[in-house]
């Protein structure tokens, strides 16, 4: 074989691990764009109900419009949320439907939330 021949043969390699390479790529960004479009309004809904609970400290359990917001979100939360986010707010909702009195415990798992929430709007649309 002669040199021409072995060019040849490289080139085809690298155009061919280039063209795989560039595929994995474009299938990563797609699945990050994905899990954005579904990431983002989950914790802006919860960012509404934290509006709901600053603005409605005691009546807001007469409110149909939080109850329906806390199943949205705890639906969201389930479905897209991180094993943190989840157990957290799993914490608060004992406390919300009456299967746990730690209120102190619920106050300061919410707060909590509401931090962690906070940073990763922040972290997943690279605010800093």
């Known amino acids: 074989m002669e040199i021409r021949d072995w060019v ?3 080139s085809v390699f690298l155009v061919i691990t280039g063209w795989f390479v560039n595929s994995y790529l474009n299938r990563k960004s797609e ?5 954005l479009d579904h990431r983002l309004p989950t914790l802006k809904s919860f960012i509404k109900m934290w509006y709901y609970v600053q603005e409605h400290p005691q009546d807001r359990y ?3 419009e939080y109850k329906k917001l806390l199943v949205d979100v705890r639906e969201d939360f389930q479905l897209y949320g991180k094993l ?3 157990k957290l707010f799993e914490s608060f909702m004992e406390y919300e439907t009456g299967e746990s009195r730690d209120s ?3 106050k300061n798992d919410f707060e909590k939330l509401v931090e ?3 940073k990763r709007i922040r972290d997943e649309l690279d605010i800093h």
């Not at 699945?31 to 899990?35: N, P, V």
């Open 8 to 10: 040849t043969i490289i």
């Open 31 to 35: 699945i990050a764009k994905r899990r």
């Open 62 to 64: 007469q409110l149909n």
């Open 84 to 86: 943190d986010e989840i």
């Open 104 to 106: 102190k415990k619920a």
């Open 116 to 118: 962690l929430v906070r």
